[in-house]
């Protein structure tokens, strides 16, 4: 019985350490605040658009000075883009008297994948709990949802169509599965991990793509296509892909190859070497 529960604690403890923790900057009206990218020039009214209402900035640094040592910044990530929003001297955010809501939540679970309802319906959380949500979101069975963060009371997710809409869900198991895998998921060797971490990353990259496409597609029709993506798995010493679903890899000719030129342009020079079929790509160690 010793053994069993000190086996339950490790396991209890690695999950705790894998997991990533974050702050997470919360904004009703992000386009309000001075915001820089990382080259430290100031974003107009039009580029800042692509920051819509209360979305999800994690913070990268909270407190530091631009290169002109003189600027207070805090330094965030969107999108896997960096920004800098300028801070006032005493350490407050500047200008956001017209940015509404404004909230950190601190040392928040680290998620950033995609899944797919299984219930028949999930509910956005109570507006009293959580002040930035406007309005009940109402999310139905094969809805693809974007998972940014995790607290104790809830789960921030982004809808996937365009605009983005920002929500609180409590998501139960069994009322959701990945949809897509993400490099969390791999388990990948220091001396090898680093090319197939870029292979899986550029694998998500187009897998975002496809669905954010898809998710338009399905918003403005009413209809409810499914999303068509490069499924992968780990074999061996290398990975599978595998583009879905079949009856589309005749229409996406152009697309597949072009995929695979990518794939290739990152294996070239590594141990790996790369088999391509119809729709199909393998990875594996040279011999």
């Not at 920051?51 to 330094?75: H, R």
């Not at 509404?100 to 797919?116: C, N």
């Amino acid at each position: 019985m010793i053994k069993i529960r000190s086996l339950l604690l490790i396991i209890f403890l690695v999950n705790i350490i894998s997991a990533r923790e974050a702050d997470f900057l919360i904004v009703q009206d992000p386009k309000a605040l001075q915001i820089f990218n990382k080259y430290e020039q100031r974003l107009n009214p039009a580029q800042k658009l692509i920051f819509p209402s209360f979305c999800a900035l994690e913070i990268i640094t909270s407190d530091l000075l631009l290169s002109d040592s003189y600027t207070p910044a805090v330094e965030v990530s969107y999108n896997n883009r960096t920004f800098y929003i300028i801070k006032e001297r005493k350490g407050d955010l500047a200008f956001t008297d017209k940015a509404g809501f404004i909230k950190t939540y601190h040392r928040a679970t680290v998620l950033y994948d995609t899944i797919e309802i299984l219930d028949n319906e999930v509910s956005s959380l109570n507006i009293k709990k959580f002040p930035n949500l406007t309005s009940s979101e109402k999310f139905k069975k094969g809805s693809l949802l974007r998972r940014v963060f995790r607290i104790r009371q809830g789960t921030y997710i982004q809808s996937l169509q365009s605009p983005a809409k920002f929500s609180w869900v409590d998501l139960k198991e069994g009322t959701y599965r990945k949809f897509l895998a993400s490099i969390s998921d791999f388990e990948l060797n220091k001396e090898s991990g680093a090319i197939l971490e870029q292979v899986i990353r550029k694998t998500e990259q187009i897998n975002t793509l496809y669905l954010r496409l898809f998710a338009d597609l399905n918003y403005q029709s009413g209809e409810n296509y499914q999303v068509s993506r490069w499924q992968i798995e780990q074999v061996h010493e290398g990975l599978f892909l595998k583009f879905l679903p079949d009856e589309r890899v005749q229409y996406y000719g152009r697309s597949i190859r072009r995929f695979q030129q990518e794939i290739e342009f990152i294996l070239l020079g590594s141990q790996y070497i790369q088999t391509n079929g119809t729709g199909i790509i393998h990875i594996k160690a040279r011999l």
